[in-house]
């Protein structure tokens, strides 16, 4: 797992796997390296639809806020 893996499981965020690897691309430190903005309208995630990728926030999280 990496560092967006890590990060997502410590905050109880659950994203499908097409999610993760949109971030993933778009979070690239080099910026070349990044997702265009067409590869991100045309990412299996966004062509998709996946509006379910989140898990619901959890009670603790309600709480902080």
Do not use: C, Y
């Amino acid at each position: 797992a990496g560092f967006l893996a890590n990060m997502l499981e410590q905050w109880n965020i659950r994203l499908s796997a097409p999610a993760v690897d949109l971030l993933k691309n778009i979070l690239k430190p080099v910026p070349s390296d990044r997702l265009t903005l067409t590869e991100i309208v045309n990412h299996p995630w966004t062509v998709a639809g996946d509006t379910h990728s989140a898990a619901a926030p959890s009670a603790a999280a309600a709480d902080a806020k």
